[in-house]
Structure formats: C-alpha cells, structure tokens
C-alpha cells in the first residue's frame, strides 16, 4: 500500500513561489498516476494539477495554468508542485493524491491521500 507525505506548505506573501513535495513510500510508485488537489475552508476539494506515472502527460486547473508546474522523479518517489506568483485565492491545505488510472477521476473516487501541507497567502 502506498503512503503519501506531502511538505513544503507555509505563508507567503502574494506574488511570491513555494515548491511542495509528496513522497511516497511502498507500493509502485512508477506506475501510479500522481495528483494535486486544495480545500480552502467552507470549500470542496478541487483539483489542481496531475502527471502521469512517466511523466508525459500533465493536466492543469484553468486557475494555476501558466503559475503551477507539476513534476516527479520515479527514482525519489517524489512528485512535486512548483507554485509561482502565488495568490490570496491560492489558500488552502494542498494534498496528494495517488491513481491507477488516467485521467484522475474526481475527488469522491479517489482513495489514496497524504495528510495535505497548507499553503496561506496574504495579500
């Protein structure tokens, strides 16, 4: 069974970049499809960026597109999310998720989570 551990969270001012980290431990990390999704307070989970298990497909939320870049090293078990010019709106606890399959399905069907890293930007 795999086990994700998401890092890298902590307050930052707008305009400002943030790396976060998930590593993942047991299971084959090199064949699971890897996500991003945030929960801002009194919001639903909502995706935010995903790359495939060898990385040749990403996939982005209209509102981090051109901001986040996702990627991941297979040797590491690491995916990560690189998060510039961040905003007010950007808040929230940021988790990792885990697929077998491609694309990610919604939140509701997926399984697999780390414990999430919160991310706050003031204004």
């Known amino acids: 069974q795999v086990q994700l551990v998401e890092s890298g969270g902590g307050l930052v001012q707008a305009g400002d970049s943030l790396r976060l980290s998930c590593a993942a431990s047991?299971?084959?990390?090199?064949?699971?499809?890897m996500g991003w999704f945030r929960q801002a307070p009194g919001k639903e989970r909502e995706f935010v960026a995903a790359?495939?298990?060898?990385?040749?497909?990403?996939s982005y939320a209209d509102s981090v597109k051109g901001r986040f870049a996702v990627s991941r090293d297979n040797a590491k078990r690491t995916v990560y999310l690189q998060m510039n010019s961040l905003k007010p709106e950007d808040t929230a606890v940021y988790y990792c998720?885990?697929?077998?399959?491609?694309?990610?399905?919604?939140?509701?069907?997926?399984?697999?989570w780390g414990q999430g890293t919160l991310v706050t930007v003031s204004s």
């Open positions: 047991g299971g084959t990390f090199s064949r699971l499809h």
């Open positions: 790359i495939a298990w060898n990385a040749g497909i990403t």
């Open positions: 998720t885990a697929h077998g399959t491609w694309p990610l399905p919604t939140y509701k069907y997926l399984r697999l």
